[in-house]
Structure formats: C-alpha cells, structure tokens
C-alpha cells in the first residue's frame, strides 16, 4: 500500500501562486508516478501533470502547461505543482494520485489517491 498526503491549498487572488506538495509513504521502494488530478464543483474530475519520479518523464494537461510545473524529489518521494498565473478556473479540489507504471492522463489507472486540497482563486 502507498499513502499520499497532499498540501498547500488555500485562496489566492487573479495571477497569484502557490505550490502544493504531495508527499508518498509506504511501498514506496518502487519509483512511482505521481499526479494531480482536479475537481471543480459540478465538473467532471481533470487530469492536471504526472510525473514519474524513475526517469523524470513529465506530462502536463494543455490548459497548464504555460503556467503549471511539476517536479519530484526522490529522496523525500514527494512531487511538487508550481502554479502560477492562478485564474478563477484553476478553482477546484486538487487530488494527488500515484500509480507503478508511465505517467498518463487517465485517473481510472492511479491505485493511490490522496485526501485533496482545495484550490481557491478570486477574481
């Protein structure tokens, strides 16, 4: 079993920053892929950036890429998502997930899932 705490949520205003971390324990002597995922009320859950914390291969959704960036470190088997250029949009719960095998989009194919954090942004 792997568990994941996820942290770092809070509000921020239109074009502001924050960093939310997640950070994995147990079976954890395998390299994982690590994610996030969100969830904006009434909306379906939204693949955000993955990482595999092996070979550093990162993918990021299209809606982030200019403004979101994900990094691992290996040592503490915890990611990390810079986001800045916050927008009203980016409001959602942000899931960390976890998973053996390539970073993908798909959420159906994480084992581990963390509590959430949310993620405010005024306008």
């Known amino acids: 079993q792997v568990q994941l705490v996820d942290s770092g949520g809070g509000l921020v205003q239109a074009g502001g920053s924050l960093t939310l971390s997640c950070a994995a324990s147990?079976?954890?002597?395998?390299?994982?892929?690590m994610g996030w995922f969100r969830q904006a009320p009434g909306k379906e859950r939204e693949f955000v950036a993955a990482?595999?914390?092996?070979?550093?291969?990162?993918n990021r959704a299209p809606s982030v890429k200019d403004r979101f960036t994900i990094s691992g470190d290996n040592a503490k088997n915890t990611i990390y998502l810079e986001m800045n250029s916050l927008k009203p949009e980016d409001t959602a719960v942000y899931y960390c997930?976890?998973?053996?095998?390539?970073?993908?989009?798909?959420?159906?194919?994480?084992?581990?899932w963390g509590q959430g954090t949310q993620v405010t942004v005024s306008s």
């Open positions: 997930a976890a998973r053996w095998g390539s970073p993908t989009v798909d959420g159906d194919r994480y084992d581990y």
């Open positions: 147990g079976r954890t002597y395998r390299r994982l892929t």
């Open positions: 990482i595999n914390l092996n070979d550093g291969t990162t």
